[in-house]
């Protein structure tokens, strides 16, 4: 693995054992990801990319293969915040605001309570949610939950960002100004 890569799977495969038999939900599965590349997956539902997506976040292990990201396992990955994650759903606690939601992990990796406050301000500035810290997740609407998800994981400025159909919920006019601001 270069210096510059970021991800790299060989030959990574995943089967999950049902009661109707083995699904192949990944096989023989090699890519190598550089620092700065901007990779989407696409492809029909249940083609393995949300499961591919899950492989490298830690949670899911392959039945074969290697997979590296920043160098090291998906495990120590995770155990060193490598990345940020967006699931296709919100995902928000219901009991935190909209700000606390976004400070928990970074509550959690020991920033300075002056440092989470700018870095929340950043976040829902960029994700166009400013002003709604104070708010609880069922007060916004489904869009609106997501793109405070997305705020999340860009919070703590990650290595790798992995994001799972993050876009869905969002209208057309919020998809493009994103889009613009990841890449």
């Not at 039945?63 to 990201?69: F, Y």
């Not at 120590?76 to 976004?102: D, K």
């Not at 829902?124 to 609407?141: A, I, N, R, T, Y």
């Not at 290595?159 to 100004?177: K, N, Q, S, T, Y």
């Amino acid at each position: 693995m270069s210096n510059n890569t970021i991800i790299s799977a060989k030959d990574l495969s995943l089967t999950f054992q049902t009661n109707d038999g083995p699904v192949h939900a990944l096989k023989d599965v090699s890519l190598d990801i550089k620092k700065g590349d901007f990779v989407s997956f696409i492809g029909p539902s249940g083609c393995g990319k949300t499961t591919f997506l899950r492989v490298m976040a830690d949670l899911e292990q392959p039945t074969a293969g290697s997979i590296k990201m920043n160098g090291v396992s998906p495990e120590e990955a995770r155990r060193s915040r490598a990345y940020g994650y967006v699931f296709q759903a919100a995902g928000l606690y219901p009991w935190r605001t909209i700000g606390g939601n976004i400070r928990l992990p970074l509550e959690i990796m020991g920033y300075d309570k002056a440092d989470q406050a700018e870095r929340v301000k950043r976040v829902l500035e960029l994700v166009e949610l400013g002003g709604f810290e104070k708010k609880f997740p069922w007060q916004l609407s489904g869009g609106m939950q997501q793109r405070a998800s997305i705020a999340r994981a860009l919070a703590f400025d990650a290595d790798i960002l992995l994001m799972d159909e993050p876009f869905g919920a969002l209208d057309e006019i919020v998809r493009d100004h994103l889009n613009e601001q990841l890449l």
